[in-house]
C-alpha cells in the first residue's frame, strides 16, 4: 500500500480488502527500512498506533462508523504537539519536551479515525528552506539523496515522496509547505490564514504561519482540509467562515475560469527546466478552455525583504519564552553567574545559527528608534500587497507561477543565508496577504543524469480553497506527473480519481 492514496487506503481498509493494523504495521516497517538513508521521520508511536488501528479494525468488523479517514497512516511535522511523544521543533532547546495536550488538527485527525504513526524533521523552528538547519542532521530528497528536500516542513515532504505515509502535516510561514512539495513532487497546500486552526503549533511568525497537508493527490488534500478546517474556540485568529465540501466540485471543468500569469512569475532568473514546466502548464490549461491572462504583480520582488522583517520580529516574539527555566534545555548553572547569564547561556547552547540570525534581527528591527523605520514600514507593504492581490482576483480566479525558481539543489549547496532566502521568492507573499496557495507537480528536470521534480503554484483568494483545489484537479487529471515514481516507491500509482463520497466525521 505505499503507493496507494490516502482515499484508496481508506477505503480498502473499510471494505475490508486489508486491516488498518496491516496498512499501519506495513508504514511502520517502510520506515524502519529506509529512514536511516532519508533521515525524515524523527520519531514513531509503533504501540499506539497499532493499539488505535486495532480498535479502527473492530469498529469496522461490527458495522460500526470508524471515520471518515479510518486506518490511514499520518505523519506530523515536529513542531505539532501531542501529548504522547516528544515535539522537539528539531531543536536540541526543545529536544526532551513532552507536551501536555494535544494540538487541534490531531485531535480532529484522530476523531476521523486516522493513526498518528510518527513525526518529521523539519528546520529548526521551522525557520529554514532546506531542513538543513535541523538540529538532529539535514533531512535527504528521495529522489536524490545528495540533494536537499526543501523547507522547512521537508521531512514531511520527503516521508510522503517515499511512500512512508500517504499523508504528512506541515507548517507554511513563507513557503514551507508549497517549496519542498515542488522539489520532492507531492502536492502541498498552504490554507487561507485562519482556515485551520493553529492551536497546537509551536509558533514562528504568529500572522504568517498555517498547518496544511502534503499528499499525493490533490483529491486527497482536499479530504484532509475537510477533517482539518473549521473555527476552533482554542485559537482566537482562527476564521469563522464555513467549510466547504471541498470534494463536491473537485472534478468540474475550468473552461470557464480565468487563469492569471504575473509577468514577474515568469523571471529570466528562473532555471530553464523550470520555465519550460511553466510554459508547458500554461498551454495545458488553455487546451482545457481555460482563458489565460497576463497579470502584473509589481511587488512581488519586495516580498523577500517584507517578509523577513515581519517573520523575525514574529520570531523574537514568540521565542522569548524559551528561556530554559519553566522548560527546555537549561545550561549548568554557575555560582557566579546571575539569572540574565543563564538565560543567554541557555539560549545559546540551545538555539542553532539561523534561529540565532532571526531573533537577533527580530529584537533589533522591534528596538526603540527602529520599529517604524522596520517593521511599521514592512506592514504597510504588507497591506499594499494584500491590495495588489486583490486586483489581480478581481481579474482572474487563480494566479499560475513556478512553487521554486529551481529544482531541488544540492546540500549544503546554498551556504549564504541570502541565497537561501531568494528560494522563497514565488511563496512568501501568499504569506503576507494571508490568501491560500498549493504547489503540484508539474515536470521534471534533467540534472546529472537524474529527474529532479518541478512544482507549479497556484493561488487563489482567501477562502477560496475550492476553486484552488479544483483548478489544481484538473491539471492532475490531465497529465501523469503525480504518478511517477520515485526511487523509493513514492509518489502514487493507483487511481487518481478514488471515489469522492462522503465528508469528514
Known sequence: MSRATALEVRDAIASRRTTAVETVGAALARIAEHNPAIHAVRETYPERALERAAAVDRTIASGGAAGFLAGVPILLKDNIVTSYGKTTCSSKFLENYESPYDATVVTRLEAAGAIIIGKTYCDEFAMGSSTENCAFGPTRNPWALDRVPGGSSGGSAAAVAAGFAPIALGSDTGGSIRQPAALCGVVGLKPTQGRVSR???????????????FTRTVTDAAALLEVIAG????????????????????????????????????????DASVAEAISVAIETYRAMGAKIES???PLTDYGISTYYVIAPAEASSNLARFDGIRYGRRATPRPDEGLEELYARSRAEGFGPEVQRRIMLGTYM??????????????QVRRLILREFEAAFSRC????????????????????????YLCDVYTVNTNIAGICGISIPAGFAAVEGRSLPIGMQLQARAFDES???????????????????????????????????????
Not at 492551536?199 to 497537508?213: E, H, N, R, T, Y
Not at 527602529?370 to 514592512?378: E, G, I
Request: aromatic fraction near 8%.
Open 199 to 213: 492551536s497546537g503549533l509551536v509558533a514562528f511568525g504568529s500572522s504568517l504561519d498555517q498547518i496544511g497537508p
Open 231 to 270: 473555527l476552533d474556540p482554542h485559537d482566537s485568529t482562527s476564521a469563522e467562515v464555513g467549510v466547504s465540501d471541498y470534494l463536491a466540485h473537485l472534478e468540474e471543468p475550468v473552461r470557464d475560469l480565468v487563469i492569471g500569469v504575473p509577468t514577474q512569475y515568469l523571471s529570466a532568473s528562473n
Open 295 to 297: 497579470i502584473d504583480l
Open 366 to 379: 522591534l528596538s526603540a528608534g527602529y520599529y517604524d523605520a522596520y517593521y511599521k514600514r514592512a506592514l
Open 397 to 420: 480566479h487563480v494566479l499560475l507561477g513556478p512553487t521554486s525558481p529551481m529544482p531541488a539543489f544540492p546540500l549544503g549547496g546554498r551556504s549564504d543565508p541570502l541565497s537561501m
Open 467 to 505: 476553486t484552488l483545489l479544483r483548478v489544481a484537479r484538473m491539471f492532475e487529471k490531465a497529465t501523469q506527473f503525480h504518478t511517477r515514481v520515485c526511487p523509493f516507491g513514492g509518489p502514487a500509482g493507483g487511481s487518481s480519481s478514488a471515489p469522492l463520497a462522503g465528508r469528514r466525521g
